[in-house]
């Protein structure tokens, strides 16, 4: 029997019917329609989060600038405190409270006469002890309940206070994972944030790195390589960002879109009110950083700037060539399944395909459709009662601000050439036979890892013990392992090194008790040991 | 490190930075863990379930399974019941649990759903059981969620019983792994038949055979909890922790029971052997003698080390006030003992123990947060540092050795697998906080006063 059946099989006819529509087998002659973006089944056991995790843990959580009060009972605050690895430096002038956890900490009497009052007096203590000169009010399930009105508070704080203040309405209910946090976060952040900046900028190789949490440090080292071939990073979306950085946005030339999911949406803000165009790229793999640096010598166009980005290209890979060689021996022919997020099931494919490892299963937590098969389909996805409730904004271009850096003619060409504003999708980059899997469940995961067989499984915290249990390798590609940068040249060193350590450990040959395997019984017979 | 912590006193009201506790359900889902082929069940969004399986996960390194009811919009709107009707189905089908553990979140805490009456409109499969506790996170903290988790499972399951027998109710309140298994040797060494609610021994400490196990050996078994009626008395470890399901079983089903300290340290051990002793009216075997004497043996080998050492100690208020009064025993100071649980008898019982010791100007506070901790030890410092995971950055700031006991511990591995109660517990933290002074008196001293021997 096909995989997806035997799967599918054991489910009853709700869950089967529901499921099928999220599972399939590539092939790139046919449709490779998947659902995505909508609701778990309850009970499911899903690896998903809320919409609170996707605004405040994934977007404003690396501000480092940013003072994030969660407006809640304790427990929201508690669990996004330096849970995730956004790493930040301390630089002249700006705070840093990423070392800080904020909370309202509601308690009963706030639920029932309204949580408002405690908020102000928080802002107030904050003022108080801290000075932030921006505080973000990030909303809990309990919150939308009882109808605090964040915004009018934040609204009072920016003028009690001469701050900025601002509220973004991300109770866990909404949506349907992570995801609708993201478009919370992303909408406010256009709307209070970009454009407010005065940086002179005076290199034309000015971009925006979007959709860069600077996990594991991936940020700096991308960072790294770009300021060496010469552009200008003006902001960093959301790693090690401060509010200033985020309020320039408007002035650089080009965005790059690393995490498509979680910023496409001020990427096409962006393009819309200040003429930045956007381009999906991939920072992940080696020949993905290739690609992807070329992708965006040719939209600048400059003959120096592309040469030096050979140089540097070829400089970069003669330093990791022999590491990466090793590597590669120890790893050609194993085989992976991926489950993360909304953008790296994507990106490392190509990172394990230079490592001579191949991708027989990959999904997304919170992805969309377009995610998984372009862009193209983003006419034909139907908005349904979850989504409809994420507010959507539009903008007008900005006359004093917008800007072209090439002509409308040269970016209808790339357009057209798809180097700008698309993103293909997962499917195209996987191979026949192998599977999508979107909102992949503990259930699933447990059988697609007995019928598949893969040798890792990168995933999340959730699951890595999961399959390790079973025997299976697992990194979490969520944190890398408290490991890192594994972004550019030098970080898919370090990938293959921790990938290799962890498939050629010890430990693995120790599962099985001797006494599992030898006879149990041992004694004397006839005067003769018999063994 | 914690660069905008002030030193100066600062009454604070509403804003509450770096807490010192989290929410109900977590403890919930930790207590629901150690029962055996249980699936908790978090009944909310599932950002929720995510959380706490993700935390739970980061502390004891081996999954923690549950499920959500996956609220939407809509189901916070209308009500969830639709949600966990569907959601009971489908983990009877697909996980095949023998009781589900539903717990509430602050979500269907708000909106009011009746938990009793939305479980009397489900199905539940013949031989299974689903039982619910309210654990509303803007009350309490984990801690409470823990206890009141262990108080359902008694009033829904356990049955008075009209013959009692010479059995004991252990609760061993929120302990590690490692801490049960040695609750449960010395109830063995001591011949006491016991039944130990919640056990999360054998799950969150569960082996590495090349299978994973959804429900794996360990946990209470349902047949067990149904028979805690039966049993003759029940010692409730840790007043915060045990109290409530100990209360609950006396009323539901005519147990009696004492309250004990969480057994850290020499006196705690010796009270929880006394108790069984005055149960089980056995001997006390050799086996303790010798590890107690052990035990008091090391703490007079390292008291030029330890004593009249100044500690810090964070963390839930039954380990902090164990540690504390074995902190006590070592001859140290524990100048600030904090927990943000909220609670009178923590500061209470904390000042009974300054008392006992005769010991000064050391403070307690309960429902407190490590901002302010860290205000107090600026503002007069101290020489050690224990509690969970986020005192490292305290440590860090103010360059004080710290060691890790409590929950949560996320930068560490072993820990759960080990115990902090009994001598043994005793032990071992003896030697993780003479380790962690001698280790800094090695790192301060000059070349010339570095000593090959100490």
């Known amino acids: 029997m096909e995989v997806l059946d035997r799967v599918l099989d054991q489910y009853n006819s709700k869950v089967y019917k529901n499921r099928k529509e999220h599972m399939v087998k590539v092939n790139q002659h046919g449709s490779n329609e998947i659902a995505a973006n909508v609701r778990t089944i309850p009970g499911i056991i899903t690896q998903r989060g809320c919409c609170y995790a996707g605004c405040k843990g994934v977007v404003l959580g690396p501000i480092k600038d940013a003072f994030i009060i969660t407006h809640g009972p304790i427990g929201c605050a508690f669990y996004s405190w330096g849970t995730r690895r956004h790493k930040a430096k301390n630089e002249e002038g700006v705070a840093n409270y990423l070392q800080y956890c904020f909370s309202t900490d509601l308690q009963e009497p706030d639920i029932v006469f309204g949580g408002e009052k405690k908020l102000k007096k928080s802002i107030e203590e904050a003022m108080e002890l801290f000075k932030p000169s921006t505080i973000m009010i990030c909303s809990t399930c309990p919150v939308g309940l009882i109808g605090d009105d964040i915004h009018a508070v934040a609204k009072w704080a920016e003028k009690e206070y001469g701050i900025k203040c601002i509220a973004f309405s991300c109770e866990g209910y909404k949506g349907v994972s992570q995801s609708a946090g993201h478009h919370i976060a992303n909408n406010q952040l256009v709307r209070y944030v970009i454009g407010e900046g005065d940086r002179q900028i005076s290199n034309k190789f000015a971009i925006n790195l979007l959709g860069e949490y600077n996990i594991g440090g991936d940020g700096w080292e991308t960072e790294r390589l770009l300021k060496r071939i010469g552009y200008e990073i003006v902001s960093t979306f959301t790693g090690n960002s401060s509010m200033e950085d985020i309020s320039n946005a408007h002035k650089a030339n080009l965005s790059l879109v690393q995490c498509h999911r979680s910023i496409n949406y001020i990427a096409e803000l962006i393009e819309t009110k200040y003429g930045i165009p956007w381009m999906k790229v991939n920072f992940i793999g080696i020949e993905g950083t290739i690609e992807t640096l070329r992708n965006v010598a040719r939209y600048f166009n400059d003959p120096e700037l592309t040469a030096r980005t050979e140089a540097v290209i070829a400089d970069e890979l003669d330093a990791v060539r022999e590491d990466l060689a090793y590597y590669r021996s120890k790893l050609k022919g194993k ?141 979490q590609l969520h ?49 003769e040991a018999v063994c | 490190m914690l660069d905008y912590t002030r030193k100066e006193a600062y009454e604070r009201s509403a804003l509450r930075v770096n807490p010192a506790k989290t929410c109900q359900p977590v ?73 589900i553990a539903v717990h509430t979140t602050c979500l269907s805490e708000t909106i009011g759903d009746d938990l009793n009456a939305l479980i009397q409109w489900i199905d539940i499969p013949e031989g299974k059981y689903m039982v619910h506790t309210n654990t509303p996170s803007y009350k309490g903290s984990h801690i409470t969620g823990f206890s009141n988790m262990v108080a359902s499972f008694i009033s829904y399951l356990s049955l008075p019983a009209a013959k009692k027998e010479a059995k004991l109710v252990l609760l061993p309140g929120f302990v590690n792994p490692g801490d049960m298994r040695e609750l449960k040797r010395i109830a063995e060494a001591m011949q006491v038949s016991y039944t130990m609610l919640p056990d999360t021994s054998g799950v969150m400490d569960s082996p590495m055979t090349g299978k994973f196990e959804l429900f794996p050996k360990g946990g209470t078994r349902v047949e067990e909890i149904i028979n805690l009626g039966s049993a003759a008395l029940a010692l409730a470890l840790g007043r915060a922790a045990s109290e409530a399901p100990a209360e609950t079983l006396s009323k539901k089903c005519n147990v009696p029971y004492k309250i004990l300290p969480q057994p850290i340290g020499i006196g705690r051990t010796d009270e929880y052997i006394l108790a069984l002793q005055s149960f089980s009216k056995n001997e006390v075997p050799y086996v303790f003698e010798e590890e107690r004497g052990q035990l008091v043996d090391i703490l007079m080998d390292i008291h030029p080390y330890t004593y009249n050492k100044k500690v810090a100690i964070f963390g ?93 511990i996320i930068d560490r591995y072993v820990h759960s697998y080990m115990p902090l109660v009994g001598y043994k517990g005793g032990m071992r933290l003896a030697e993780f906080i003479c380790n962690a002074l001698m280790d800094r008196q090695d790192r301060d001293a000059a070349e010339e006063d570095f000593e090959m021997v100490m």
């Open chain 1, 335 to 475: 085989t992976a399944a991926i489950y993360v997020g909304g953008s790296r099931a994507h990106h490392y494919q190509f990172l394990l395909e230079d490592l001579g490892v191949h991708t027989i299963l990959a999904g997304y937590e919170f992805g969309h459709r377009e995610e998984y098969e372009g862009r193209e389909v983003l006419p034909f996805i139907k908005p349904d009662a979850d989504s409809k409730n994420i507010e959507s904004i539009t903008v007008e271009p900005d006359p004093a601000k917008y800007h072209l850096y090439l002509s409308e003619e040269d970016l209808n060409k790339l357009r057209e050439e798809k180097l700008i504003d698309y993103y293909g999708g997962m499917v195209k980059d996987m191979k026949d036979g192998s599977y999508m899997v979107d909102d992949l469940n503990h259930f699933e995961t447990e059988e697609f890892l007995k019928l598949l067989k893969p040798d890792i499984f990168f995933s999340g915290i959730k699951d890595k013990y999961v399959a390790q249990k079973g025997g299976v390798l697992s990194r």
């Open chain 1, 479 to 527: 944190s890398y392992d408290y490991s890192g940068p594994y972004s550019c040249f030098r970080g898919a060193v370090n990938f293959a090194r921790d990938i290799t350590m962890g498939i050629y450990t010890p430990a693995w040959s120790y599962a099985m008790a001797p006494w599992k395997t030898v006879p149990s019984l041992e004694g004397e017979l006839g005067g």
């Open chain 2, 27 to 99: 403890g919930a889902m930790y207590a629901a863990l150690g029962v055996h082929e249980c699936m908790p069940h978090s009944h909310g969004s599932q950002g929720c379930c995510a959380f706490h399986r993700m935390f739970l996960t980061r502390h004891f390194k081996d999954p923690a399974m549950a499920s959500s009811s996956s609220f939407t919009e809509g189901a916070s709107v209308f009500g969830g019941g639709t949600n966990l009707k569907t959601a009971s189905k489908n983990i009877f089908d697909i996980y095949q649990p023998r009781i």
């Open chain 2, 316 to 408: 839930d208020p039954d380990t902090v006030l164990g540690l504390a009064e074995f902190a006590l025993e070592m001859g140290m100071i524990p100048k600030y003992l904090l927990t943000g649980t909220p609670g009178e008898a923590f500061e209470r019982e904390a000042k009974e123990l300054f008392v006992k010791f005769g010991v000064r100007g050391c403070s307690a506070k309960a429902a407190g947060d490590l901002y302010e901790l860290h205000q107090w030890i600026k503002q007069e410092g101290v020489d050690l540092l224990i509690g969970g995971t986020h005192g490292k950055y305290i440590a860090r700031a103010e360059d004080i050795p710290f060691v890790r006991a409590g929950f949560p």
